[in-house]
């Protein structure tokens, strides 16, 4: 990857402490704190704008092609975003409230187990850093299910966006038959993004994003190795989007499926 390849947003001169009272808000300037963040806002906001851009195109086809698209097509259906991998929420709800904010149709979903990491496959085991804590710890369980659901009620959002608990294994099969917008994959080992990857891929429209927050991981390089191998005969390709100065994990990245 070249220096031409990444999209770098504007770096805030203003550094806070990281406080758990604070919001990850949707609205700039973008604390420094969150700076590993920013990048599924951005998008997050184009999923958004790509929906709007496709609905607005299939209402200019004059008026007898308006008349038999409302005679022979169901009802527009509403955004739909789905996150994988929640932990304590704080994503899930800046996107939900820059969608709630927007005025936008949209529906949500959260998947998560909602106590830490599951057990790391064979291949996790040997990608995984020297030394890195999650081979002999489970990272990520300091959260719950109501913690999460608390913050969705506080700021009025649980209508619109509900919470999956459970490995993707039991969640994925669950889920009502339908399209995606949106899917922000952020799950870390290697069996998750397979899974979510082959279920999410062929339910996305056309202009929808898939976003992927591990793919330039130091930590969890077994995230890259298992979207590479899931896109490799795939005709999308992968763009970076950046945040701040070239920090570890400040890059992401995501495609625009076709």
Sequence with gaps: MTESDIITLSKPEKKLRFSAALDFSYRPPFEAIFAERVPVLQAFALAMANYSLLSSE???????????????????????????GVYTGSSLVACAKMAYDAGLSFEMIGLDTFSGLPELSETDLRLAPAGAKYINTTLFADTTFDH???????????????????????????????????????CDLYDPHLECLSYFYPRMVPGGIMFFDDYHSIDYPMAAHAINEFMQDKPEKLMHLRFGDDAANRTKCFFIKY
């Design 148 to 186: 999460v659901q608390s913050k969705l009620v506080e700021r009025g959002l649980a209508g619109s966006v509900q919470l999956r608990q459970g490995l993707f294994s039991q969640t994925l099969p669950a889920l009502p038959e339908q399209r995606y917008h949106f899917v922000n994959i952020d």
């Design 58 to 84: 299939r209402r200019t086809f004059g008026l007898w092609g308006r008349v038999r698209r409302a005679l022979s097509s169901p009802v527009k259906a509403p955004f739909r975003a789905v996150e994988c």
